[in-house]
């Protein structure tokens, strides 16, 4: 069915955004990153020095904003105008401060148009906090992936001692806390499971099989 598509939505860390792309790349789906366009709207408002709180300006600054996502052969590669941005928008500053940014309604109406046009021929695979539940609500497959706090910390951890940084586990996993409770209790579009979307716990899976499951669940329904 060329109009499948097909939401992953779930808390920090819980594998998402590497799962979607595995997904998508054996099905030959797009893969849209819906938080990489939240992160970068907030590194754009940091460079610009714009109070996060203030919804109207950051609504008008995303709206002279261009931000694109370019599909390679090694990833996804993320454009702020025509800036490459792909590393800087994983920065632990910008991580500290998305959730606020992307708290707005303003932001997220103009920033849900814009995703639903990526997604509108079908064939995608969308990560995010609000996918099943209010920007593809008619998605044919719907997963909400969890994991223990406990062990997407240590995911995280691993991820970031393997890039050289140094962190402190127990500091990650009170930010991932941090941020689940600021996405969870947005008055707009929160991080919720969807009524029919599938729960995935992969606390004890690896990534492989939760690709493999999602798989299958899109077969079923094509
Ligand atoms: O998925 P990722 O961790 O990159 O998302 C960064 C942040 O962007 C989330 O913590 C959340 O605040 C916001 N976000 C959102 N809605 C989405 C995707 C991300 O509010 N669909």
Redesign the pocket.
């Known amino acids: 069915d060329k109009k499948m598509n097909i939401a992953i939505d779930g808390p ?1 860390g819980a594998g ?2 590497t799962v979607a792309k595995l997904v998508a790349e054996q099905l030959e789906f797009l893969y849209i990153d ?3 366009m ?2 970068t709207l907030t590194l754009a408002a940091l460079r610009e020095e714009i109070s996060l709180e203030d919804e109207d300006v950051l609504t008008e600054l995303l709206s002279r904003t261009t931000i694109h996502l370019e599909h390679e052969k090694k990833g996804v590669r993320v454009f702020l105008n025509s800036e490459d941005v792909t590393e800087e928008i994983r920065t632990n500053h910008i991580t500290a401060n ?2 606020q940014v ?1 708290s707005h309604e303003g932001v997220r109406i103009e920033m849900v148009e814009r995703q639903r046009k990526l997604a509108e021929k079908g064939q995608a695979v969308l ?5 099943g539940t209010y ?1 593809l609500p008619d998605a044919k497959v719907k997963v909400f992936l969890t994991a223990s706090v406990e062990e997407r910390a240590r995911r995280r951890y691993e991820e970031q001692v393997e890039k050289g940084m140094s962190v402190n586990l127990e500091k990650l996993k009170q930010e991932i806390a941090h ?1 689940d409770q600021l ?1 969870s209790t947005r008055t707009f579009a929160p991080l919720r499971k969807a009524d029919d979307a599938v729960e995935i716990d992969s606390t004890t899976l690896t990534i492989p099989d939760v690709a493999k499951a999602i798989i299958e669940l899109a077969k079923e329904r094509a």
């Open positions: 920090a998402k955004s819906t938080g990489a939240y992160r998305v959730s992307s990560d995010g906090r609000d996918i920007v941020r996405d």
